[in-house]
């Protein structure tokens, strides 16, 4: 697999980042793990084709990590003359929150009839499943969204990428990282310990508990950019947009 980091950014662009999204191709297929607002400019940005993307597996319906897709899907019907069939998978409640979320950028837009192969499924956490040839596992994390908020675990061809979503700390993400070859990991303040969100001082405390061969941080606030330096000398991959990396 080859991870390529459309966005990295938090909710908020702190450091001019992307909002999250994160493309994944593992030689078969490609897709987006999360797809945040800004998501559809960052891929235009660096120049990748949106047809070749063949499905997004979201962690959580946040606006930071899903709210690209009305904007994904209309541009795939109008613009881009999609053809090929997309898969669009998240916890459950996605079906639900994507078409409202249609529905308030773009009124009755919910109702188009797509002119190439829609599938929108939703994944029972802690129930190993599977989408466009990853194998996936998921995890309630800790992150009020209303709905189950997830850590994502994918394998394909005998390598493992792990991904936290946005949580703070929560032992369900020891099995998540267990043995993957990265895990991707929120990291959003230096030191204090807010609600729904991984500081890096709570990561060094639990570090020894993900047993993950590489650590990367992401969702980065201003106070953990500032300390990149410290994570890295500290032996943590840190994320940025337009980074790639195989896994």
Not at 26 to 49: H, P, Q, Y
């Amino acid at each position: 697999m080859r991870l390529t980091i459309i966005g990295s950014g938090d909710a908020f662009g702190s450091g001019g980042r992307f909002n999250t999204c994160f493309m994944i191709d593992s030689g078969e297929r490609r897709v987006l793990l999360d797809c945040g607002a800004s998501s559809l400019v960052a891929l235009k940005a660096r120049n990748i084709d949106i047809n070749t993307i063949d499905g997004v597996i979201l962690s959580h319906l946040h606006g930071d990590h899903f709210g690209a897709l009305p904007f994904f899907l209309l541009d795939s019907q109008f613009h881009s003359r999609r053809e090929r069939p997309l898969t669009i998978v998240g916890p459950p409640g996605t079906r639900e929150r994507l078409n409202a979320a249609m529905e308030v950028f773009f009124p009755r837009s919910s109702k188009t009839a797509w002119k190439f192969p829609l599938e929108i499924g939703e994944i029972t956490p802690a129930i190993p499943d599977e989408v466009l040839g990853f194998a996936i596992n998921t995890a309630v994390a800790i992150h009020q969204s209303g709905a189950p908020s997830t850590a994502v675990r994918l394998a394909h061809g005998g390598r493992v990428l792990a991904y936290s979503g946005d949580t703070e700390w929560t032992d369900a993400l020891i099995p998540i990282a267990d043995g993957a070859d990265l895990f991707v990991i929120e990291c959003y303040d230096y030191d204090r310990n807010l609600s729904g969100h991984m500081s890096f001082a709570r990561l060094q405390e639990k570090r020894a508990q993900l047993r993950a061969r590489r650590i990367m941080l992401t969702h980065m606030n201003p106070t953990m950019l500032a300390r990149q330096d410290e994570a890295v000398a500290a032996g943590f991959l840190v994320a940025a947009d337009g980074l790639a990396i195989d896994v």
